[in-house]
């Protein structure tokens, strides 16, 4: 009986909302807003959609022997799925992506439980953790690359100094991969770190408050309240970074060329050296949107998890 | 259990909030803590479950002082003001936490949150989560989250204080027969003097940090220690009225009226009041109003009628002074019509001037 009130009261609600909503819509004063966002669009389309449409043309495209477009066809999109090299990279990446996200998230989260209750130490780890994130990751490629040369790179030096052996960092296929893999953790962990952090301390009070008088320990307060609580942001955090986990570049650029071998080439530098090194622009254009299908893929797959889960509990 | 509050001090910074606070709430008691927005009631429940530290003074829970233990480990059930519930957990999560916590089996914790829901007529909301519930509804499974278990002590911040009037005084009934029956200590804060009166074994009324008066509802109702407590409790409130003792002239003098006094009076006077000014305290119920004259009454003018139905409240004014009084309802009064007041002489409260402390 109370039950069906309420739906009724909801639908007045609804009605009532619709009602104004239309006779607002129409009004002259509800265009203004869609007058003032036009340059906005204007420039998004210039710079976004047009070379994005312009892409996806490219994509299908045949090119002669002078890089010219030369007609429709779908062979790019063939000839990259049926291409080891690219499912070599699809394989790279893909580790590469899940490598380096879990770690920053793990890390990231545990520094920010570390710290969301000490303000002081806070107030210092912020700004000294937002440097890397500042700075330009070729820089940080070059940095790196200095530090992990293998005669005279402050890594092998410190190694030794402790008696242990000197590594060829960039020169075998799995510390060159753990490398490149090092370079985003040492950058991005921070970004991680810092929403979560905010997310943490965004988080109401009064339920900790509760779950105390409830008898719940520390553990029990993380895994029941914190993470719950925490979990929209955390895979925000998660989409953020796998997304740009997915399109590496710079770092493979500076520090390796790919190599040694095929070991570390994504399928970003893959694509890059096809278009820029062997004019196949087609090629390479139709592997990038592979990927792009990809990320799309796992976005969507993590936001729904999030979506799901939240029904799940409902019931 | 018992619970006292010994020399409790609190300050937030430099702001006091409560000062040197002398509680003792007995074994079983039903304790309600009564007094005006800010007064430090909440601060002083969340300091017994441990979510706030004193600044000074020592909390003991049956006998065992607890101001350095976690709030787990005082094993204390609480409604929070603001419900603090679970946000992202149903409401039969909810109000199954506890037990969880406490490792119930699954079809115990079933039959518990039932038991609760029925109380509580929450049965038809326990799937949904805590946003998709009105205010009264979510006090309720915050109440419900607290009522599941038995604690050494119920601690309760206005627990009703969203429900509509009906259901308010359901639960209110609900609640005291669960105390009855459960017979655990239990300390409820509360702004509403309907709900203090009828719930408490005693009431403790707190003021400007301070504890005012702590005794049984009717001894709080008859014998305020102070003119606030006087004013505070009762609805319509307590008239006062400003004047002099003229201890030589055998009178109280209230400009208007005098109100003569005999010498076992006088010697109360002397004793007790601190200067020569005084409150005159008389409850609207103990002011009879007559249309005709009477011997020893006070004459004044109708001001305001208000109709209530059971009853009707006379607003007089007596030269400078209003005076309200609660009259039948069929007694035939027209607003600025002369009337005569008579006071209930052994109803009578009065008030030092400087102190407010009583003192007949
Ligand atoms: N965390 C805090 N920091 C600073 N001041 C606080 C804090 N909590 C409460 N106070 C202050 O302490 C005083 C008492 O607050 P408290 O919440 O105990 O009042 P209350 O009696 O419960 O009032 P209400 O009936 O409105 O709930 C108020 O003046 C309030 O401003
Ligand atoms: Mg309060």
């Known amino acids: ?315 | 259990m018992e619970v006292r509050y010994e020399n409790i001090t609190k300050q937030f910074g430099e702001t006091p909030v409560l000062e040197n606070l002398n509680l003792t709430i007995h074994d079983g008691e039903f304790l309600v803590l009564l007094g005006p927005s800010g007064c430090g009631k909440s601060t002083a429940l969340r300091m017994l479950a441990g979510l706030e530290d004193p600044t000074s003074g020592e909390i003991y829970i049956g006998n065992q002082p607890v101001t350095d233990m976690e709030p787990k480990e005082r094993d204390i059930s609480m409604v929070f003001q603001s419900y603090a519930l679970y946000p992202h957990m149903s409401v039969f999560e909810n109000i199954t936490y506890p037990l969880k916590i406490r490792k119930v089996s699954k079809a115990e914790r079933k039959k518990q949150a039932d038991r609760v829901a029925e109380i509580l007529e929450i049965g038809n909301l326990l799937k949904r989560k805590p946003k998709e519930l009105s205010g009264g509804q979510r006090q309720r499974v915050a109440l419900g989250r607290s009522l599941i278990r038995e604690p050494n002590v119920f601690l309760m911040d206005e627990p009703l204080s969203n429900l509509d009037a009906k259901l308010r005084v359901h639960m209110r009934g609900e609640i005291k027969r669960l105390h009855t029956e459960l017979g655990i200590t239990s300390v409820y804060v509360t702004h509403d003097q309907t709900e203090a009166m009828t719930m408490a074994d005693r009431i403790a009324i707190m003021e400007g940090g301070h504890l005012q008066q702590l005794a049984a509802p009717n001894e709080i109702y008859n014998k305020p220690t102070n003119k606030y407590v006087g004013g505070f409790i009762g609805s319509p409130a307590m008239n006062f009225v400003k004047g002099r003792y003229k201890g030589k002239e055998d009178r109280l003098d209230f400009d208007v009226f005098d109100f003569p006094i005999d010498h076992e009076w006088r010697e109360i006077f002397e004793r007790e009041l601190s200067g020569d000014d005084l409150y005159l305290g008389v409850r609207p119920e103990d002011v009879q109003v007559s249309t005709t004259p009477q011997p020893g009454a006070v004459k004044g003018e109708v001001y305001v009628v208000e109709p209530l139905g059971k009853e009707m409240i006379t607003i007089v004014r007596v030269g400078d002074h209003t005076v309200m009084a609660c009259i039948e309802p069929d007694v035939d009064i027209e607003m600025n019509q002369e009337v005569w007041l008579q006071f209930k002489n052994h109803k009578l409260h009065m008030f030092d001037g400087k102190t407010e402390a009583k003192v007949v």
């Not at chain 1, 009004?27 to 210039?46: E, F």
């Not at chain 1, 070379?51 to 890089?67: A, C, E, H, K, R």
């Not at chain 1, 989260?109 to 440097?131: H, N, Q």
């Open chain 1, 1 to 315: 009986m109370e039950q069906r009130q309420e739906t009724v009261e909801v639908e007045k609600q609804k009605n009532w909302t619709n009602k104004h909503r239309k006779k607002t819509l129409f009004s002259n004063k509800h265009l203004l807003p869609y007058w003032l966002i036009l340059p906005t669009l204007l420039i998004l389309a210039v710079l976004t959609i047009f070379p994005l449409g312009y892409s996806i043309y490219v994509s299908f495209q045949d090119f002669n022997t002078y890089g010219q477009p030369d007609g429709f066809t779908g062979s790019n999109y063939a000839e990259v799925v049926t291409s080891m090299t690219f499912w070599n990279s699809m394989g790279v990446t893909l580790l590469y992506t899940f490598g380096v996200v879990a770690f920053e998230m793990i890390l990231g989260l545990f520094m920010a439980l570390m710290v969301s209750k000490d303000t002081k130490v806070m107030g210092y780890l912020r700004w000294v953790l937002i440097i890397p994130m500042m700075l330009s990751p070729l820089v940080v490629g070059i940095i790196f690359r200095l530090m992990l040369n293998a005669d005279m790179g402050i890594i092998n030096y410190m190694l030794q100094s402790i008696g242990l052996p000197a590594v060829n960092w960039l020169g075998t296929s799995g510390t060159a991969f753990l490398s490149i893999m090092m370079v985003d953790i040492w950058q991005w962990t921070p970004m991680c770190f810092l929403i979560i952090l905010a997310g943490l301390q965004s988080l109401p009070q009064d339920p900790y408050e509760a779950a105390r008088l409830d008898g719940a320990s520390r553990l029990q307060i993380l895994k029941d309240i914190t993470l719950p609580l925490l979990k929209p942001i955390i895979i925000v955090a998660l989409v953020i970074r796998t997304m740009d986990a997915l399109r590496m570049f710079d770092q493979v650029f500076v520090l390796t060329q790919g190599g040694p071998g095929r070991a570390t080439e994504v399928i970003s530098f893959l694509m890059y050296r096809a278009a820029l090194r062997f004019s196949d622009y087609g090629y390479a254009t139709a592997g990038l949107f592979i990927l792009l299908l990809v990320t799309i893929v796992l976005s969507y797959g993590m936001i729904k998890l999030l979506t799901r889960n939240e029904k799940a509990g409902e019931s």
